[in-house]
């Protein structure tokens, strides 16, 4: 073990980026594009080294920093990745510096601002998904709504300001409730015997609260994280914050700022509350299906397809949340995979439509039609990225919707069959907006013109098209990230599950499919 | 028996002393001054606030009580001295471009604003409920006169108007509410009256509970507390903005002192019965000041219902009553100057050189015309509103800690609600700073060195308080351990 505070380097190197650009002069707008680009990537290939150092058969936290803050309060810096984390870290840096990339002709005004909101979204993506302290976590997890507030209000759409203050005002509202269940819990676990002052999560998940306790503090710590994910019913900010936000933004929004809500159920809600967890199950997997169902058929009438993508991300963050809850090694570790997937798809898709908002300055289906013979480099990329979201085999969206459908199918037949509807709407409605976009006759004179992918854009895509494709014919390595530390969270949730004996769950895929073929067979005896 | 000056110990008076003493240094030489060197009269008084943080700093961590308790410069004291200090001392910064530009560069102003300075020591560093009364009265009447300092102006001449009719009436509350307690216990003295409700010493509990009663319609009033603010929107708004700035953070803080004190030490067994009168004006204060809040089209006005709204967050940790919650208070009440003088400055900096910027709508696009005001007033709103890391995050965080510590978790969650709906108001203030189209007009003046020294020591405050707010909790938790010993 080395003692380089790697995590703290990741995380807070963008701030120097910050730095960095204060001190630059607001004219050379070129120069703050290549710094914060510049960041961005170094960020990246640091945060590599994380994944490179990474022991893999340790289900615990690595890299772990430790450092007194406000002892008074037992509060620490804390910081450490886990096998469900690293992933989200590398989707950050990836994404920041792809969304860095694809913002150099979309964003004209305020260059050196822009970039500095950007720098500093990261340092506050990376710090939730590091934070091991629980105030730490909640300073960053509200810190970072104000460079997205601003990327939103200063460099969105026409209706940005509704959108922009709608998503601060439902994200925070979400969490000062958590805040509020944060501090009971550090009461809580104060008052039980040997109990010490402390917001240490990891101390923390050692106290064991009566069911009715656990409840509530549940249902604080799940309103944020449902808020954030969007889950049915408080999915309403997505759209707007989505359609209003500038590329860039949108990127950010659906890639990683999606995934804090399903990540701090992982992290927070499901261990330290597994009683609760078991109890809420059935109720969230059924908002997961609605999510799911709802979704996609609102995605099919949308007419922008700005917001077509967003009504999707509803949908798929569905599927993340069904399979976190089916609370099965295949479903949580699908549904971590999907987090990444979605990241990349709906990413990439958003990127593209940006790309063609900048050629034509409109989002709607109708404005276009037969693109493909115009741009046939930009309909590939589309094609592929399209088919990845539906789930097509052999691309990243199939391996985790699949594991998804597995691990529910074991616990409950009737979720999977509902969600697997979504697949196929899912295929409908990404489908019939390509038909109408890309194929048949050119309708609009104007789209004769279109240029085809510039360098850059390539550049920008084909990083995030490699992924879709890596993962999609070889996930192993990302699977074996999380096995470990799923394996664990499982053994937290289940942990007196199990010792009434009344489920085993299954530690490996061999064993999963072992039990379903003796469920199949008791069945048959039955009959 | 030979009369013979009884042995004064000068260490607790010095602070007051040298404040005075500056008040009537400037008064002298303000006849002497040409009216376009009178900056000069603030530069001094400066030098005399300054001098005045020295000689607390030199008594620091020696508690002393003299005149049998009608001063007591605990540590208690000393940490409001400090606070009240650094108001003045932000507000002298803040004020010498202004007064300048509003035409009200008269030497009074100075002298008038240290000897509200020194009401609120006096107040803060009294064991005696008359002394705490002689110091409100020192800082009210002073501030009566500051408020109409425009004296050509209709606001500013009904701000003071109101300011003194109700102030009148909140210490006659006060007053009879001293009244009543030394009608019921025998004394004026904090811990006598507390020995006596202890030992059941209390020729009527109904007068003890009633003179408790008119203290806390007082100091309600005092504080700004819902149903007793009625006064504070237009008297805020109507005070030239930098006494305003003074009022919103040196008067609550000293009204607060006080009433921690007199809660804190005098009464501390009868907590069960102020706690619950508490709780109700804490959830009322909070909601009505951030309800209406959000209607406010002045920033002035904003602000001061925002004021309002800070006072209930306040009293949230009052209810509490604990170590943690009074120590919250003076956490709270330093992280609060801090934010609120920067954005007075800020708003003193983005002044037109006709007039001022009354309207939020005023100040569309300035956000990225001026982009170290814009960023230093998003840093203040985002602080107002609780959101970290800055110190008003910390400082909500240990006062809803201290409400959930002492089991008052409805409390709490009323209290993080009202902070959600602040941020629509606060937010509002960025979003038409960096959203807005603002007309085109010529460039402001430079920055006065005062005003920009004003806004880079609230930063650094806000920042300070909101990302190691470690030692300086332990300093106030330290403070409050003076108010029950």
Not at chain 1, 54 to 64: I, R
Request: hydrophobic share 55%; proline share 4%; net charge neutral.
């Amino acid at each position: 073990m080395n003692t380089f505070p790697l995590i703290s380097t990741v995380v807070f190197l963008p701030l120097l980026g910050v730095g960095v650009l204060l001190v630059l002069d607001r004219q050379r707008e070129a120069a703050a594009k290549h710094v914060a680009f510049a960041v961005s990537v170094l960020t990246f290939l640091l945060s590599l080294q994380l994944y490179r150092e990474f022991e893999l058969n340790v289900p615990g936290m690595q890299f772990v920093e430790q450092k007194a803050w406000i002892p008074g309060y037992g509060i620490q810096y804390h910081v450490g990745v886990d096998g469900i984390s690293l992933l989200l870290v590398l989707l950050t840096t990836f994404l920041t510096a792809i969304a860095i990339l694809s913002s150099y002709t979309a964003i004209t005004t305020s260059v050196k601002e822009y970039m500095i909101c950007m720098l500093l979204l990261e340092t506050g993506m990376l710090g939730v998904f590091v934070a091991l302290d629980l105030v730490l976590f909640y300073i960053f997890w509200e810190g970072m709504l104000i460079p997205m507030y601003f990327l939103i209000g200063i460099w969105g759409g026409p209706r940005r300001i509704y959108a922009t203050l709608k998503f601060f005002l439902y994200t925070m509202a979400g969490g000062v409730l958590m805040l509020v269940a944060i501090i009971v819990l550090y009461y809580l676990n104060a008052g039980r015997p040997g109990g010490e002052f402390t917001f240490d999560l990891l101390k923390i998940y050692g106290l064991q609260l009566p069911f009715a306790t656990q409840a509530w503090l549940f249902l604080a710590f799940a309103v944020a994280f449902a808020i954030k994910v969007p889950m049915f019913p408080f999915h309403t900010w997505l759209p707007d914050a989505h359609v209003e936000a500038p590329t860039a933004g949108s990127v950010i929004l659906a890639g990683v700022l999606l995934k804090m809500g399903t990540y701090g159920f992982l992290r927070f809600a499901l261990p330290l509350f597994p009683e609760a967890t078991r109890y809420f199950t059935p109720l969230f997997a059924w908002l997961a299906i609605i999510g799911i169902l709802y979704g996609a058929l609102v995605s099919m009438v949308q007419p922008d397809l700005k917001k077509l993508v967003a009504y999707s991300s509803v949908s798929h963050l569905g599927f993340v949340m069904l399979g976190i809850f089916a609370l099965t090694i295949q479903g949580l570790e699908g549904g971590i995979l999907q987090m990444i997937n979605h990241g990349l798809s709906t990413g990439a898709l958003f990127l593209i439509v940006g790309m063609i908002y900048e050629r034509r300055h409109t989002r709607m289906i109708q404005d276009f039609g037969g693109l493909a013979r115009v741009i046939p480099v930009f309909t590939a990329c589309f094609m592929i990225v399209t088919l990845s979201s539906i789930g097509l085999p052999g691309l990243n969206g199939f391996v985790g919707e699949f594991l998804i459908l597995l691990g529910t199918f074991r616990v409950h037949r009737l979720y999977a069959v509902l969600a697997t509807i979504g697949v196929i709407l899912a295929a409908v409605y990404m489908l019939w907006m390509f038909q109408r976009v890309m194929f048949g006759g050119v309708t609009h004179d104007e789209n004769r013109r279109l240029n085809d992918l510039t360098p850059r854009e390539i550049a920008v895509l084909v990083p995030v098209l490699l992924g879709i494709i890596w993962i999609g014919i070889y996930p192993r390595p990302f699977l074996a990230v999380t096995e470990a530390s799923v394996k664990q969270l499982l053994a937290q949730v289940h942990v007196r599950y199990q010792a009434e004996a009344e489920d085993v769950t299954p530690t490996t895929q061999q064993e999963g499919k072992k039990l379903i073929a003796d469920r199949f067979a008791e069945r048959r005896h039955a009959r | 028996m030979p009369g013979s000056l009884p042995l004064i110990s000068w260490g607790p008076l010095l602070p007051m002393l040298v404040v005075t003493g500056t008040g009537l240094l400037i008064l002298v030489l303000d006849p002497f001054t040409l009216p376009a060197h009178r900056n000069r009269l603030g530069v001094i008084s400066l030098l005399g606030v300054v001098a005045a943080v020295a000689t607390v700093l030199a008594e620091w961590g020696q508690p002393e009580v003299i005149f049998g308790g009608m001063l007591a410069a605990d540590a208690f004291g000393q940490f409001f001295s400090l606070v009240f200090l650094l108001v003045a001392g932000l507000t002298l910064l803040i004020s010498m471009p202004y007064v300048q530009r509003a035409g009200m560069n008269y030497g009074e102003y100075y002298a008038l604003l240290l000897f509200s300075t020194l009401g609120m020591m006096v107040m803060a560093n009294s064991l005696d409920l008359i002394t705490i009364f002689l110091g409100l009265e020192t800082l009210s009447i002073s501030l009566y006169i500051l408020a109409g300092f425009l004296r050509d102006q209709l606001k500013s001449n009904e701000s003071a108007l109101k300011y003194l009719l109700l102030g009148a009436f909140a210490s006659g509350f006060v007053l009879y509410g001293i009244a009543l307690v030394y009608g019921a216990c025998g004394s004026t003295h904090l811990r006598q009256v507390a020995e006596a409700v202890s030992a059941g010493r209390v020729s009527s509990p109904t007068l003890l509970i009633l003179g408790m009663g008119l203290l806390i319609i007082g100091f309600g009033f005092k504080v700004a507390s819902v149903p007793f603010h009625m006064w504070t929107p237009d008297v805020y708004e109507g005070a030239p903005t930098s006494v305003t700035a003074f009022m919103i953070a040196g008067t609550k803080a000293a009204a607060f002192a006080a009433f921690l004190r007199i809660l804190m030490t005098a009464l501390p067994v009868l907590q069960a019965d102020w706690s619950r009168v508490l709780w109700v004006l804490a959830v009322l204060t909070m909601t009505v000041g951030n309800v209406v809040a959000i209607a406010q089209t002045n920033i002035k006005r904003m602000l001061a219902y925002s004021s309002i709204a800070h006072a209930g967050y306040i009293l949230v940790a009052l209810v509490a009553a604990s170590t943690l919650g009074s120590g919250s208070v003076l956490f709270y009440l330093v992280a609060y100057t801090f934010m609120n003088l920067g954005a007075f400055a800020v708003v003193i900096a983005l002044s037109r050189r006709e007039a001022e910027r009354v309207t939020i709508d005023e100040y569309a696009g300035l956000g990225l015309k001026y982009p170290f005001l814009g960023a230093a007033m998003s840093l203040f709103m985002f602080s107002l509103a609780g959101i970290p890391p800055t110190a008003g995050f910390m400082g909500k965080f240990y006062i809803f800690s201290a409400a959930i510590q002492a089991k008052y978790i409805g409390l709490a969650i009323i209290g993080v609600l009202n902070s959600v709906i602040s941020v629509y108001y606060y937010l509002r203030v960025t979003v038409v700073m960096y959203m807005g189209q603002g007309e085109a007009e010529p460039r402001a003046d430079r920055l006065s060195p005062a005003l920009t020294l004003a806004v880079i020591i609230a930063i650094i405050g806000t920042l300070q308080l909101g990302l190691f707010p470690s030692r300086f909790l332990e300093v106030a938790l330290r403070s409050v351990g003076a108010l029950l010993g």
